[in-house]
């Protein structure tokens, strides 16, 4: 149960800190894309394993 508890709680961490990453770097002059794509498939999976 509170392990559980930790694992949706990290999860949901992981998810802000990337979607973070991703609107600072869409926010840049010159875009990393490389970068900003793979935040973003961090938060895709992320969401898988969260629900």
Known sequence: MLTSLLLQIAWVIIIARSGYMVINMLNK????????????SVVIVSLGFLF
């Open 29 to 40: 002059r010159n875009k990393p894309w490389f970068d900003i794509l793979f935040y973003l």
